[in-house]
Every structure is written in structure tokens, then in C-alpha cells.
């Protein structure tokens, strides 16, 4: 009967909760894509397209552009698969209790959670790259000599949204979903960096300031670093690369840490 | 984990005691029971007694207060990871996973609990088909009757061959079809050896399916016996009711108290009573009268040779016992809904 080791029984549980995941993603990829693609191809259309073909934004805009809004996508994307899911759950669907009850310590439920969010947001942060490439034409412009670089920011940016994903998951109630949307997305949004290099923010001194603390600066900020083409042969500023990746690192390490006591506080009474 | 196979005992609670954040009072206050191995143990209250606390306890997703389980001799605290490994759960409303199948639902569970994979397509095919779910294997489960959802997380529940089963409230809202095919499903499960808790707030349920029964009161086990002794509790519970019938220009007050001395009369009778009289529904005229003795059983022949003896029919005669809901009023003084 004891011939498997817990940890071997822990292991092929959290496996199991992959696969499932993976084949209710899968019967669902066309919405999953459509959810996470439509706001990005507007944003491509408008800014990269329109706005430029009307003389309205500098030719160079889209290229800042572009980073942001795959930042932006990634994390949103990776957020959306586990906040929204995760308070209806918790609210009142409690489907989540037979995953409890398996052989397993229960913060690996809410990790394999986040796991998968983030691979959510890996794919839909990656499918732009195709898009933009379609939609903008010859203004298309990504160096091609950090893709390592990129990668990781794109991982570690959804892992980013996943795991912060879990914390709004776990303490945000039903009732509260409209609210949420007003009160957390929309500043996070705004204040990330999406739209705007870091660097250009120096003469809103306190603005700049604030958005430091909004990890979503960091992923576009690292994105622009790993993305944007040098312009007459020197790279563009952006935040430092290491701090970058220092600081996306520890809001995931802050945010599994916090989302995991929050999430066993709402499972475990 | 070698020694447990000789311990009888599949359930034990030590002086359990719950109190939630911000409550005033303790949701379990001190309870300590014992359920053997492959017995149908019963937590009998109304809502709000602390039966589901007490599960919730057992199913490591309460965290005591003070006092301490074991399940299958692995202490829930100490080791909540083995006993999960052992037990299934199947709560009061579905939690049914509405993005999977209604086949999924039982192999990832298994899946969950490293059931190798033909073993779990084989056992799901085999209880779907004992559930009466087979023809609807394919389907999602969100326009599933209660009925049916409850069917689903039983078999769910069975998927990794759990030593102790727990049902809160098995068949609360459910229509007496279904309550009926659950029970003789429980009953079965429990005839190969499974060990089961169940709370319930109905009497009948408790009656019919429970080896043992504690009945649980703001947070307290009041008794905890086998239903026969629970009602044993009640003075006079146990009575002997025999109904006589009478020709009509008998009805008279002189047959009728001659029946009552003479009844009253036979040995280890406490007291006789007639309870009712009148005209039958059909036929002549009938009186009744009840015998309380300690053992009434005894006296059904010698109750009725007296009937006979006055000249009189006996028309019926049955043992009175006390429902379980007559113990809890007198436990408590209250009604159990």
C-alpha cells in the first residue's frame, strides 16, 4: 500500500491538475486567444497603423509601443487565469475542494494554479509577436540579438500576473469583482509603463516615481530593453536590465508567498 | 502504519472543541466519539449543531481549536496529507467540476489520487454503470438534477477506494426516489466494508441507516447509542398498542372498563391507557388501549387472551416505539426542523 513515497503521490497529483487544465484550456484555446488578443490588436491597429498614417504619432512611437503592450498582455492574460476562476471558486462554486482533498500539500494547489496562468500568459504574450508583425508591416522592428533576454522577461513577467493573479484571487469576494476592476486594474494599467518609456517621465519627477512601484514598469521596461532596435547605433535607455530582473523576481517570490497563506486561509478555517 | 490494521477503530475524536474567528460561542464544544471500522455512524442534529464542523475537522479543512482526530489511527493534525489519502468526502451542495465530463470528473479524481489509468477508466465505467450513470458519461454536469449530482460525487468519492467515507447531509433536498436509491446504495458500500460517517437532520435517515447515532446539539453530543437504545431513553417509549373492536351495543362504558382493569392487570404492566375510541373507519366500532411495560413485547399474548376473555375482537396489535425525533424533543425540549 505505502510502496509510493508522498513524494511521488504529491508529484502525479499536481501532474494530474496540469492535465486537467490543459484539456479544458484546450477545448477553449479559440476564446482563450480571442480574450487575450483583442485588446492588443486594437492597440496595434490604432497606434500603429492609424494614428502614424494620420501624422498624429512620431514614427517611432509603435516600436516603444510594442514591449508595453506585450507586458501588458502577458500579465493581464496570466492575472485573468487565475483571479477571475479563483474568487468565483472560492465564492461559491468550490470546485476546487476536490483538488484540496488529493495527496498533497495544499499550497500546491494554488502554485499549479499559478503555474498554469502563466503559461496562459507565456502563449498570449507570445501570439503578439506574429500580430504585430501582420499589422504593422515594414514599421515591425525587434532586435533580434536578445531573444534569450526576452524570453525570460516574458516568463517572468507571467509569472508576475499569475502569482499576484493569486493573491487578488484569494481576497478579492464575488461581490467585489466590479470594484476590482475599477480600483486595481485600471491604475495598474495606467501606471506601468505600457504607453511611455520609463526614462521620458523625468520632468513628472513624483510620477516617475510611483510607477516604480507597479512590477508591470519592470516587464516593459525589460521588454523595451530586450526588444527595441538600437536607433543610429545606440541602444535606448531603459531601466537597468539588472534591476529589471531583480525586481520582477521578487514580486513573484512576494506575491507566491503572500498568495499562498491567503489561499490557505480561504481553504483551510 | 502496520499497527493500524489491528486498531478497530476507523474514527476517533478526543474532547473536540471549534471555535471560528469572531464567533461568540464555539461551533464544536468538547465532543468526543469513537466510529469502528466498518460501521455507519450517524451525527444526527438540527443545522447549526456543529456536525459539519466536525467533518470539516476530520476532512483536515477545519483546524481544531483544541482536542484532537485520528482517521484510520493517522492523526489529522499531524499527518492531514495521509489521512486524505484514505478518506472521500461527498458535501452538502455539489462541487461537481463543471469544465469536465461527466466520465473526467471520476478519472481525474482518480487521477488526482495516482489511480494508475486503466485501473480508473475501468473503475469509473464500473460505478457509473452501478450509479445508473452510465448513458450520460459524455455529458457536463451543469444541468444535472440534485439527484444526480449527488450520484456523481458519491461515485467520485469511490474512485480511490477510501477506507472511511464521509456524507454531510446525503440526501437533504433530494425526492424520495432518489433518497430511497441512496440509501440502498449506502447500504451496500458499507456491506463491503466501508466505514461511514454521515450528519444528517433527518430522523428517518438516521433510523434506517446508522448502526450508531450521536445526536449533536449546539456543539455538544447529547447521547450517542444505537437507535434502539436512544429510544429506550424515553420513559414509557416502549408500549404495546392494542385495538380492539367491539360490537356495536358493546359500546359501553362497562366493557370498556372491564378491558382497562383487565389489561392494566396483566403482570409487568405499568400502566394502561386508552388513547382512543370511537368508530373505526371501516367496519364496527374500535377502542385502543396502551400497554407500557418495560418490555412490551412480552405481552402480546397474554394482552391478548384478556382481550378474548372479555368477549371482546382484538383487532390489531403492534409494538410502539419512540421515533428518534421523540428522543431529540425530549433531549432538548425543542423540535429537531
Known amino acids: ?269 | 502504519m502496520a499497527a493500524s490494521a489491528d486498531n478497530p477503530t476507523a474514527i476517533e475524536v478526543r474532547e473536540l472543541v471549534k471555535r471560528y474567528q469572531k464567533a461568540k460561542t464555539n461551533a464544536v464544544d468538547g465532543v468526543s466519539f469513537q466510529v469502528r471500522r466498518g460501521e455507519i455512524f450517524g451525527l444526527l442534529g438540527p443545522n447549526g449543531a456543529g456536525k459539519t464542523t466536525t467533518i470539516g475537522v476530520l476532512i483536515t479543512s477545519v483546524v481544531p481549536t483544541s482536542g484532537s482526530c485520528s482517521v484510520m489511527g493517522i492523526d489529522v493534525a499531524r499527518d492531514p496529507i495521509a489521512v486524505k489519502q484514505r478518506i472521500a468526502v461527498v458535501p452538502q451542495q455539489s462541487n461537481l467540476d463543471r469544465s469536465l465530463r461527466v466520465r473526467e470528473i471520476l478519472t481525474f479524481h482518480a487521477a488526482y489520487h495516482s489511480v494508475p489509468r486503466r485501473e480508473r477508466e475501468e473503475r469509473a465505467d464500473k460505478l457509473l454503470a452501478e450509479l445508473g450513470l452510465a448513458d450520460r458519461k459524455n455529458d457536463k454536469v451543469s444541468r444535472f438534477s440534485g439527484g444526480m449530482s449527488q450520484r456523481l460525487m458519491i461515485a467520485r468519492a469511490l474512485m480511490h477506494s477510501p477506507d472511511v467515507l464521509f456524507l454531510d447531509e446525503p440526501t437533504n433536498n433530494l425526492d424520495p426516489q432518489s433518497r430511497l436509491f441512496l440509501w440502498d446504495r449506502i447500504r451496500e458500500l458499507n456491506q463491503q466494508g466501508l466505514t461511514i460517517l454521515l450528519t444528517t437532520h433527518d430522523m428517518d435517515e438516521a433510523d434506517k441507516l446508522c448502526e450508531r447515532i450521536a445526536i449533536m446539539d449546539y456543539g455538544k453530543i447529547l447521547v450517542n447509542n444505537t437507535s434502539a437504545e436512544l429510544k429506550k431513553m424515553i420513559p414509557g417509549g416502549n408500549a404495546l398498542e392494542v385495538r380492539v373492536r367491539i360490537s356495536d351495543s358493546a359500546v359501553d362504558s362497562a366493557l370498556r372498563a372491564r378491558l382497562q382493569q383487565s389489561l392494566a392487570g396483566l403482570p409487568g404492566v405499568a400502566k394502561a391507557e386508552e388513547v382512543e375510541a370511537g368508530p373505526a373507519p371501516e367496519g364496527p366500532p374500535a377502542v385502543t388501549y396502551r400497554l407500557y411495560a418495560e418490555e412490551a413485547r412480552t405481552l402480546v399474548g397474554s394482552a391478548a387472551q384478556a382481550v378474548l376473555a372479555t368477549g371482546a375482537d382484538v383487532h390489531d396489535l403492534h409494538l410502539k416505539e419512540a421515533s428518534l425525533e421523540e428522543v431529540f424533543i425530549y433531549l432538548t425540549g425543542r423540535h429537531l426542523r
Not at chain 1, 470594484?179 to 517621465?201: A, E, H, N, S, V
Request: hydrophobic residues 60%.
Open chain 1, 1 to 269: 500500500m505505502q510502496a509510493r513515497s508522498r513524494f511521488s503521490l504529491g508529484t502525479t497529483a499536481f501532474l494530474a491538475m496540469l492535465r486537467r487544465d490543459l484539456v479544458v484550456t484546450g477545448r477553449e484555446f479559440i476564446a482563450f486567444l480571442l480574450q487575450a488578443l483583442m485588446q492588443p490588436l486594437f492597440f496595434l491597429f490604432i497606434f500603429g497603423k492609424v494614428l502614424p498614417g494620420m501624422g498624429l504619432a512620431a514614427e517611432g512611437f509603435v516600436a516603444f509601443m510594442l514591449p508595453g503592450i506585450v507586458a501588458l498582455t502577458t500579465m493581464v492574460a496570466s492575472m485573468q487565469g487565475v483571479t477571475l476562476p479563483l474568487v468565483l471558486d472560492l465564492g461559491f462554486a468550490r470546485e476546487i475542494d476536490d483538488r484540496l482533498l488529493a495527496p498533497l500539500p495544499i499550497g500546491f494547489v494554488a502554485i499549479e494554479k499559478v503555474l498554469f496562468a502563466a503559461v496562459r500568459g507565456v502563449i498570449a504574450g507570445a501570439v503578439i509577436f506574429p500580430l504585430a508583425w501582420w499589422i504593422l508591416g515594414a514599421r515591425y522592428a525587434v532586435r533580434s540579438d536578445h531573444i534569450a533576454l526576452l524570453a525570460g522577461v516574458i516568463v517572468l513577467t507571467a509569472c508576475m500576473g499569475a502569482s499576484f493573479g493569486l493573491v487578488m484571487g484569494t481576497v478579492i469576494k464575488p461581490e467585489q469583482i466590479s470594484m476590482m476592476f475599477t480600483l486595481i486594474f485600471t491604475p495598474l494599467l495606467f501606471t506601468g509603463c505600457t504607453y511611455y518609456p520609463w526614462g521620458q517621465l523625468n520632468n513628472i519627477r513624483w510620477f516617475q516615481i510611483f510607477t516604480l512601484f507597479n512590477p508591470l514598469t519592470y516587464a516593459a521596461e525589460g521588454l523595451r530593453y530586450a526588444m527595441v532596435p538600437p536607433i543610429n547605433g545606440r541602444s535606448i535607455a531603459t531601466l537597468p536590465i539588472v534591476w529589471v530582473l531583480v525586481a520582477l523576481a521578487a514580486s513573484v517570490v512576494g506575491a507566491v508567498i503572500l498568495g499562498s497563506r491567503t489561499f490557505r486561509g480561504r481553504v483551510v478555517s
